[in-house]
């Protein structure tokens, strides 16, 4: 049964590429829904068709979700099309302030989770699957205030390239590709305590569109694409984080 899974499904980006895998991937017989609220799962998946979505309500920060992951995977023997790490939320703040267990969980989920997730699937995986790791433009400098996020969207951006070059010289007929939006309008900013005047960053980056680039994406995770930045303001910073001192990089881009 040919399947798409995909994380931090239940709001935001997530939703989206649900509902553009749906549109765009008619082929799909099964949607995998992973996230914690299990009544946002399910009025998703009643949009999707109920007949072709399997809700877990998993808590990814967790321990039990290895055990239970592994279960279903085995039992079922999905034909995974695509995978799509999208599970992963910050905290702006000086580092010093945010609780620990917020520190700890921003790397679990954000690192730890993504990256056993996609061992868990990967055996699983169709010859020509498509792995998709939502990344960040943080991960291209280290970002004061946003210490921990952007080090861990950093781990996602260099994990999805080595990932995606390993398939390469394997010959498998794989891909993996890194997800790198600006700001978007979703529960990641409340949740992120990012706020109108919280940061004179946020408040005159321009915003992404979260439907637009989960369709942009699977466009260019179709082309075998390594990364996509959407926005040409974002393209540029990206460019220039290669080209400039990280030092300078940093000030600039400072939240």
Known sequence: ????????????????????????????????LIARRREKLEELAKELGEDKCFVLPLDLTGEEYVSELTQVLSDSVPEIKYLINNAGYGKLDYFENIPVGDCANQVTLNCVSLTTVTRLCLPYMEKDGEIINVASIASFAP???????????????????????????????????????????????????????????????????????????LKMSAKKKAVYTPKFFFKFYRVLSKILPTSLVMKLAKT
């Open 143 to 217: 970002n004061a205030r946003m210490t921990v996020y952007s080090s861990t969207k950093a781990y996602v951006l260099s994990f999805s390239r080595s990932l995606r070059e390993e398939f390469k010289m394997s010959g498998k007929k794989l891909n993996c590709l890194a997800v790198c939006p600006g700001p978007m309008d979703t529960e990641f900013l409340p949740v992120a305590n990012i706020g109108k005047g919280t940061s004179k960053t946020f408040d005159t980056l321009p915003r992404t569109n979260p439907k637009k680039v989960a369709e942009k994406a």
């Open 1 to 32: 049964m040919i399947t798409a899974i995909i994380t931090g499904a239940s709001s935001g980006l997530g939703r989206e590429f649900a509902l553009a895998l749906k549109k765009r991937c008619p082929d799909i017989e099964s949607f995998w």
